[in-house]
């Protein structure tokens, strides 16, 4: 095996790709070995068994060539001490209520589920829900893993993420930089449980952001132009993970629809060998997919990695999509003057302020556009 053969930074045209589409994959970043070793780790878990923070997981990170590929175009970041394990089954498409409200077998694109990450989430409810829009809210609310605390930023999800990430609720939505998925397995062919990506949104986010820190300061669901819950849904109660504003930005006569007429956007699905890893910009819409086709579960271990220029006294972990909070929803403490809600805010529409490395192509890139 040469080791010399893994990419160390990403070529200028990648970064042209990665400012115009939000996402890039990089051959080859991972060696073989470190593949080979998280492989070997995910076989011998028992069952129930976490493997979040084991060394063979975060190597794929630390020990590999995507930490000097992150530090030339993003900044320095915390090595991750944590991270996702994407292990998706084998599945046919099923009967029961998606998180968007609608039946698994009626969403197109491998029952993909498009959104924004570090939004709350609560399990979906399997029945039809009965009453008005406030008491479906309520109930709703009133399910998740710290019961009934009313409208408050004390709310989780079962993902456990905070309902709103401030005390003023003002920011309804977690935070990060950039996106790293490691593939451990051959997803070349689609269908076979891939990220999709929404390719070239993370734009239309940005300006969305940006109208609604122009509008009142109040970003994500329950800011302007984004409702947290959609109630026309077929079970009624289902969450609203991009803006219809967002999405319909993305539609065309190819899109496909729900048996109640509504359109998706059709993601890319991401197909990548063992060792690929792809690199987005926290503000792309993605999802994971149904593995219909695959000869064996799909692997990909999952990234949220924040530059460290945004909260430099604060540990990110790797895996949590809303490091202002504890991974539990903690309260943590920020020195007089350092106010991470309106940082977060700032980043959110600025999308590229974190990324060092980027500042020229993006110079060049929106010159470009300006002149077009």
């Not at 076979?192 to 009142?216: I, W």
């Amino acid at each position: 095996m040469n080791v010399s053969a893994s990419p160390t930074a990403l070529t200028l045209e990648q970064k042209r790709a990665l400012y115009r589409d939000g996402y890039v994959v990089v051959p080859n970043a991972v060696a073989p070995e470190l593949v080979d070793a998280a492989l070997a780790r995910i076989r011998r878990a028992k069952k129930g068994e976490s493997l979040s923070g084991e060394r063979a997981m975060t190597d794929l990170v630390n020990a590999s060539s995507v930490t000097p590929i992150l530090h030339e175009v993003m900044g320095h970041f915390d090595p991750p001490t944590h991270c996702q394990i994407g292990v998706n089954k084998r599945a046919e498409p099923g009967d029961h209520f998606n998180n968007l409200g609608y039946r698994d077998r009626d969403m197109p694109y491998y029952g993909a589920q498009t959104h924004m990450d570090g939004l709350i989430t609560i399990a979906a409810p399997q029945e039809v829900q009965e009453g008005t829009p406030e008491e479906i809210y309520h109930r709703y609310f009133a399910s998740g893993p710290k019961g009934d605390l009313g409208r408050s930023p004390d709310v989780m999800g079962h993902n456990m993420v905070p309902m709103f990430q401030d005390p003023g609720m003002t920011l309804g939505n977690g935070s990060f930089t950039a996106f790293v998925f490691v593939c451990l397995n051959d997803q070349s062919v689609e269908g076979c449980g891939q990220t999709a990506l929404l390719r070239g949104a993370h734009h239309a986010v940005e300006r969305f952001f940006r109208r609604q820190y122009d509008t009142n300061g109040h970003l994500g669901p329950e800011g302007p132009g984004w409702p947290r819950l959609n109630h026309d849904a077929p079970n009624r109660c289902g969450l609203v993970y991009l803006p219809d504003e967002v999405r319909e930005q993305f539609l065309d006569e190819t899109s496909e629809a729900t048996p109640d007429g509504r359109r998706w956007p059709r993601p890319t699905q991401i197909l990548m060998r063992p060792g690929d890893v792809c690199i987005t910009s926290y503000h792309i819409p993605h999802s994971g997919t149904r593995n219909e086709h695959g000869t064996e579960s799909r692997k990909n271990i999952i990234f949220r990695i924040r530059n460290k220029r945004r909260q430099p006294d604060k540990v990110a972990n790797g895996v949590s999509d809303h490091p202002d909070r504890g991974q539990m929803g903690e309260w943590l403490e920020y020195e007089e003057g350092n106010d991470p809600w309106e940082r977060s805010k700032h980043a959110l529409c600025n999308m590229w302020h974190e990324w060092q490395g980027m500042a020229e192509i993006v110079a060049e890139e929106r010159a470009r556009e300006a002149a077009a």
